[in-house]
């Protein structure tokens, strides 16, 4: 199993980037999706979720109203759509897939089945 994101990269406050996560080796329709960002020292925190169909998605609280999760199976892609982007905003951005419907509106690090590598967001001031 492969999950390849990209699309980080440096911007300026109030800036967009969008991530992309490209999944190989797993039935990527099946699978929800999600993304988390990590600072060094600090915990993975959950950013976004959408589940294998795209028909619910959930946001951790630091993103909501900012972040767009989406997915295209036919290209087995998830991708973040980030807009307003704030210095605190810059972290490494991980994708990850899950079935973990016991935790999908805030879902953990711990369930997470497969990782892929991160990418760097820098929102500079």
């Known amino acids: 199993v492969q999950l390849q994101a990209c699309g980080g990269g440096l911007v300026e406050v109030g800036g967009s980037l969008r991530l992309s996560c490209e999944a190989s080796?797993?039935?990527?329709?099946?699978?929800?999706m999600a993304w988390f960002r990590q600072n060094s020292g600090k915990e993975r925190e959950f950013v976004a979720t959408i589940t294998w169909n795209g028909a619910r998605s959930y946001y951790g609280d630091s993103v909501k109203g900012r972040f767009t999760i989406s997915r295209d199976n036919a290209k087995n892609t998830a991708y973040l759509q980030m807009n307003s982007l704030q210095p605190e905003d810059t972290a490494v951005y991980y994708c990850?897939?899950?079935?973990?419907?016991?935790?999908?509106?805030?879902?953990?690090?711990?369930?997470?089945?497969?990782w892929g590598k991160g990418t760097q967001v820098t929102v500079s001031s």
């Open positions: 990850a897939s899950h079935l973990d419907y016991a935790n999908l509106r805030t879902p953990r690090a711990s369930g997470m089945d497969y």
């Open positions: 080796g797993l039935t990527f329709s099946s699978c929800n």
